[in-house]
């Protein structure tokens, strides 16, 4: 009775492998639940490229699998043998294919494969379509998503690679299917990360800035359908932080994709909020016609800086303009879906990062809850840097009599009155967060 159950469960084993070699086209795998072999057939099940297994069996084959795997592969005194047999190696590879199917989270194995793959036994790109059968089985298993960050990395260092663009493709949809398929996947949005930012350091990749907008377009989907995945949201805000250094056709890309005049959005806010005195006499129509240099000028109103450095205008105001974009998105977000923690969270970083515009633009910097001021790495003027020690209140005063300021602080006092009528209870956290930890205390 024995030998049988171990002739079934070699049985399934071989099975599964020879789907797995002969269909390189099968993109997912379950466990079928099923209490017992009613038909008496084969439980391996394969139809229309998706890989499925009876549950019944499923531990009668793992502890099968695992039991040779730790005696024969895995024994302490042959832990450090790196060179496989071509039959132990082919051996191992069939255990290994299965018992990951099952049970990814087993790091033991994983660097089991990771030595035959180093010895060349394994082809690379097959480990790729692999680790995405397990993904689609198991959307947050971290062991995969390391596994195919170490195989990448192994691909990119290859030179003679040439389809990078469609690894980078696939990968990404890997990704975008693990966070759909399971919400509030953080391996996932960590792999996602982790590719783009290791692309920059790829020589044959030179499609960054498309990336970027590709990115960033993505995130702005992703976080409309998933308001309570702030994965997702820290990854909008990585792929903000990006597109900001982009060059100016790239910059007209994202602006198309977009679909939308940025400066009008973000004129409309601040017209909005303007000072209620005679500092602002332009129209909003105005507003939008005028240059970068003009619009910042009017906005920061001051020309007098501690260094010699020459302002990039532009890019300034690209910065503004598109935190000022997420600054409209989260508005109608929080509106529509009260009382989601993530977004409010969200809206602490879009705050942040206006305020940090404002504080490197009149050189200064909060260190240890103060202020104090900022010194510029460009300059080497002694006597620049001498009167760079100490700041005034003189300093401070400029920031928040500043027209951009009194703008912004007028729109959150008003938007978190209007929540707090609401009964949006995160309304009062945003204000003490604004308060003790910006350290906005003595204006709001």
Partial sequence: MEDDKFALVEKIIKDIN?????SPDVYTFDIIPLDNNQQNKSPVLFLENCLGLESWCVKHVYMYCYSE???????KQKRHAKKFSTINSDRL?????????????????WNKRRDIVQDMLLDKIYELHYSRLILSRKPKCN???????WI????????????IDSLVNDELNICELASDKCPNNYHSYCHRKWLVNNLKTVPKYTNMDSLYVKEYNFSERSTSKHVSDYSCFHYRQFCVKNILHLTSSSW???????????RKVMVRILAANFPK??????????????????LMNLLLAYTHRNCYCVVDFVHLCRKLEILFYELSINNELICFYKHHETLWYHRRFILHEIIVVMYDHFGL??????????????????????KQNKIVRYDSNRIYSSVLFQAVITHEIRFINDRRDDGDNYADRHQKYLKFVEGLNSVL
């Fill in 277 to 294: 005195d005679t500092t602002v006499q332009a129209s909003e129509e105005n507003l939008i016609a005028y240059s970068e240099e003009n």
């Fill in 152 to 163: 990448l990395d192994k691909i990119f260092q290859d030179e003679s690679v040439s389809n």
């Fill in 365 to 386: 910097v909060r260190h240890n809850g103060a202020l104090v001021k900022k010194m510029c790495k460009m300059c080497n003027n002694i006597d620049i840097r001498q």
């Fill in 69 to 75: 795997l730790i005696d024969k592969f895995c024994y």
């Fill in 143 to 149: 062991d995969a998503f390391a596994y195919r960050r």
């Fill in 252 to 262: 007209k890309t994202l602006k198309s994709s977009l679909d939308i005049d940025l």
């Fill in 18 to 22: 020879n789907v797995l070699s002969k």
């Fill in 93 to 109: 590879v069939r255990l290994l294919n299965v018992i990951l199917l099952l049970n990814p989270d087993i790091g033991t194995f």
